[in-house]
């Protein structure tokens, strides 16, 4: 079996799952059960800059909701 933890989103951190798979060895090994594989894969490098894109989103959503405002404000007139 294959085990494979993608993780980056919210933590930074390159081992954050090395002791799920220390937990998970612990109760095979427990159980008699064969080992899995593990493989892991951090992606919370790969998006740099990211300050700036939630910058640009809420900017986005800022000008939408102004152009929204305008245009209620304009039906109701």
């Known amino acids: ?7 980056g989103v ?4 390159t081992n954050y799952a090395k002791d799920l798979i220390k937990l998970i060895q612990e109760r095979c090994k427990l159980l008699n059960q064969e080992l899995p594989h593990f493989h892991t894969g951090f992606w919370g490098d790969v998006l740099k800059g990211t300050d700036n894109l939630w910058r640009d989103i809420d900017q986005e959503l800022h000008n939408q909701k102004q152009r929204d405002r305008k245009e209620t404000d304009r039906f109701l007139d």
């Open 1 to 7: 079996m294959l085990i494979y933890f993608i993780h």
């Open 10 to 13: 919210a933590i930074r951190d």
